[in-house]
């Protein structure tokens, strides 16, 4: 099963003071190292969605891209409309997780793997806990990214409501702590809450 990865830095950061939250640091490095590291997968390609500082995301993965003007300013559903006309279409799946998400499990791409080879019929897993639905960590078979954009265009914005319109199904994980948003300046001060 051949697998890109897109990271969704493409925010405007507004709980953060409007910083690039993909470039804020930290214990020593910024964002998006951390889920580039964490993401230990067997990508044919890994990817950031960001709308500001692409040079600086272009230093770390080949490829970076904006939102398309049609979509500007519609959430991270808007990077998966995107996406479908880049080379992350070209493969079979995509592994789609947020920058601000930085203990991400590092059994994550294995574990909605096996969830997709022994669901056959399905075209979209998420992450969940015991406690918690995590609708932005996701993998999806591109085959559904054209999709995005009829959702977008009819007014649709929800991640959650365009994986239920495809039955998309919950891979659970034991540890909560391990899909902890670092959204806000609060956050970065107690980081380990």
């Not at 890109?4 to 830095?9: G, H, K, M, R, V």
């Not at 930290?26 to 950031?48: K, S, T, W």
Request: with cysteine; proline share 5%; net charge neutral.
């Amino acid at each position: 099963m051949a697998l890109n990865a897109l990271i969704l830095a493409g925010g405007q950061g507004s709980r953060m003071g409007g910083c690039d939250k993909g470039l804020a640091m930290y214990e020593g490095a910024a964002f998006i190292d951390h889920i580039i590291r964490r993401l230990n997968v067997p990508c044919a390609q890994v990817a950031v969605s960001a709308n500001r500082n692409q040079a600086e995301y272009a230093k770390r993965v080949p490829l970076v891209f904006g939102d398309l003007p049609a979509y500007q300013n519609c959430g991270p559903l808007a990077a998966l409309a995107s996406a479908a006309e880049t080379v992350l279409a070209d493969v079979d799946w995509l592994l789609v997780v947020p920058c601000d998400t930085l203990h991400l499990p590092q059994d994550l791409c294995g574990r909605l793997m096996a969830a997709a080879k022994q669901n056959p019929g399905c075209r979209a897993f998420y992450a969940a806990t015991e406690t918690h639905r995590h609708h932005g960590v996701m993998l999806v078979h591109t085959d559904l990214l054209g999709s995005v954009a009829a959702y977008l265009d009819a007014g649709g914005r929800s991640i959650r409501g365009w994986l239920r319109e495809h039955r998309a199904r919950a891979v659970y994980f034991p540890n909560e702590a391990e899909f902890r948003n670092y959204n806000t300046l609060q956050d970065m001060e107690n980081p380990h809450a």
